[in-house]
C-alpha cells in the first residue's frame, strides 16, 4: 500500500525524527510526495541526507536543530516518531534500567524535541506537531507497563502542549495505533504480537503507510480546528 493523498504543502519543511525505516519512513515519503522538504533526525542514520541525533541528549539536539535551520532556514512541521518499544515482562519482574530507557527515548525524547522545535514553528506563525503515540498508553497493554507508560505520557504531553499553542497557529495532535507492521514488533515476543492481532476486530496489524495517511492531513493545511487531540488507528480496537 502506498500514500495517496496529496495535500498543498509545497516548500514547507519538516522534521521526521526515526525517519529511516518503519513508521517514520512512510510518513517521510508521503511528505515529500507533497513537495515537502523533510530532515529526518535519526539516532542511526543510513545516509549521507540524515542527521545524526540521540533525542534524549539536549546539546544533540540543539546541534541537528541549528544544522537543519541553516540548512532550510525556516521550519513548519514536526513529527516525532522515534521510539522504543523495550521487553515485554510482568510488571514485577520489569529491569528498572529497561523502564528508564524506555521513558527517556519515548517520553522524554519527545518532550525535549517538542521543546527545541516549538518555538521556531510559532516563530512562522504556522506549524504542525505531530506525535506518534500508541493505543497502549489508552487502555495499557500487559507486560508492557513502561511501554504503555511513556506513550500515555506523550498524550497528556500532546493535550498540554496543544492547549499551550493553541492562539499561535501551531497545532499539536498524536495519533495512538494499534500494532503496525514494522520491524519495532521484532524487539516483542511472538506472542505478545499474536495477542495485539487478537484484539483486532479487523484481525490484522495496521501498515505503515495507514499511518501515514493520517499523518498527512494532520500534518496539513486542511487540518484547522484539532489540537491537543489523540486520533486512534486501532482497526476497531478502540471503542471510547
Known amino acids: 500500500m502506498m500514500s495517496a493523498s ?15 525505516r518503519g513508521i517514520g519512513l512512510a510518513i517521510s515519503d508521503a511528505l515529500k510526495r507533497c513537495d515537502v522538504r523533510v530532515v529526518n533526525w535519526d539516532r542511526d542514520p543510513l545516509d549521507d541526507a540524515t542527521i545524526a541525533v540521540d533525542i534524549t541528549d539536549q546539546a544533540s539536539i540543539a546541534a541537528a536543530l541549528a544544522i537543519t535551520l541553516d540548512r532550510h532556514r525556516r521550519l513548519d512541521i514536526l513529527v516525532n516518531n522515534a521510539g522504543y518499544a523495550g ?7 520489569y529491569p528498572i534500567e529497561e523502564w528508564r530507557r524506555i521513558l527517556e527515548v519515548n517520553l522524554t525524547g519527545t518532550f525535549l524535541v517538542c521543546q527545541a522545535v516549538a518555538p521556531a514553528l510559532v516563530a512562522n506563525g504556522w506549524g504542525r506537531i505531530v506525535n506518534i503515540a500508541s493505543l497502549a498508553g489508552k487502555e495499557g497493554t500487559p507486560n508492557a507497563a513502561a511501554y504503555s507508560s511513556s506513550k500515555a505520557g506523550v498524550l497528556a504531553l500532546t493535550k498540554s502542549l496543544g492547549k499551550e499553542l493553541a492562539t499561535t497557529g501551531v497545532l499539536v495532535n498524536a495519533i495512538a495505533p494499534a500494532a503496525v507492521h514494522t520491524t519495532l514488533l521484532d524487539q516483542m515476543s511472538a506472542d ?45 480496537r478502540a471503542t471510547y
Open 6 to 20: 496529496h495535500f498543498p504543502l509545497n516548500g514547507r519543511v519538516a522534521i521526521v525524527t526515526g525517519g529511516s
Open 87 to 93: 521487553l515485554t515482562l510482568p510488571t514485577v519482574d
Open 192 to 236: 505478545h504480537v499474536q495477542v495485539m492481532i487478537n484484539k483486532s476486530p479487523m484481525g490484522r496489524l495496521g501498515e505503515p503507510d495507514e499511518v501515514a495517511e493520517l499523518a498527512l492531513f494532520l500534518c496539513s493545511e486542511s487540518c484547522t480546528f484539532n489540537t491537543g487531540a489523540v486520533f486512534d488507528l486501532s482497526g476497531g
